[in-house]
């Protein structure tokens, strides 16, 4: 049984800086790609970051040069380091898990999925 836990969700001002993780289990976490989606209230889940086992990486254009995603195979995490938050980053973040070695954007494709951690920017 698959599970993935979010953690280090939080409130931010803009401009400010968050760190998510996700612990995986219940999988071959070196073989699998790794999303983080977001979800804003009235809007569609949408791909944030992707990372495949190779760590080749994908982001939406709303947050390249700002995010990171990056993987710890020893560790069975994905983390997500988000910096220069604006308050249009708001959002529920999930992170979601393919049993396929490349990269997609499609949430559809995650067969996995977290309970989501609630990140909000504002003053």
């Known amino acids: 049984q698959v599970q993935l836990v979010e953690s280090g969700g939080g409130l931010v001002q803009p401009g400010g800086s968050l760190r998510l993780s996700c612990a995986a289990s219940?999988?071959?976490?070196?073989?699998?790609?790794m999303g983080w989606f977001r979800q804003a209230p009235g809007k569609e889940r949408e791909a944030v970051a992707t990372?495949?086992?190779?760590?080749?990486?994908d982001y939406a254009d709303s947050v390249k040069g700002r995010f990171a995603i990056s993987r710890d195979n020893a560790k069975n995490t994905v983390y997500l380091q988000m910096n220069r938050l604006k308050p249009d980053d708001t959002a529920v973040y999930y992170c979601?898990?393919?049993?396929?070695?490349?990269?997609?954007?499609?949430?559809?494709?995650?067969?996995?999925w977290g309970q989501g951690t609630q990140v909000t920017v504002s003053s």
């Open positions: 979601a898990a393919r049993s396929a070695k490349y990269n997609s954007g499609n949430p559809a494709d995650f067969a996995s």
């Open positions: 990372i495949n086992w190779l760590s080749n990486t």
């Open positions: 219940g999988l071959t976490f070196s073989s699998v790609s």
